[in-house]
């Protein structure tokens, strides 16, 4: 069995911190920046790893059943007492 955790990582170029590497790819890459294609190279290969991911085992849809929640409202006829 492979546990892959969730990974949070946010990576940015500081010469060029407005790069998108998901949305220009490649071809906005400003001067060859090494970081920039770095950048571009682990979205790839992310990309790469979530289709191979799904291919093997595709996502199953949980159903998520809310908890029920108990009746506060008083009835207008009742006694309380």
């Known amino acids: 069995m ?3 955790g969730t990974v949070r990582w946010r ?3 500081s ?3 407005m790069f998108d590497p998901f949305e220009g790819g490649r071809g906005a890459v400003r001067g060859g920046c090494p970081r920039c294609l770095s950048l571009v190279e682990i979205c790839e290969t992310h990309q790469k790893m979530l289709a191979l991911m799904r291919t093997f085992a ?3 849809d949980r159903k998520r ?3 029920a929640l108990p009746d506060l409202q008083i009835g207008l006829f009742e006694e309380v007492g």
Do not use: A, N, S
């Open 2 to 4: 492979l546990k892959i």
């Open 11 to 13: 990576g940015k170029c």
């Open 15 to 17: 010469r060029h911190p």
């Open 58 to 60: 595709p996502p199953t």
């Open 65 to 67: 059943t809310k908890p």
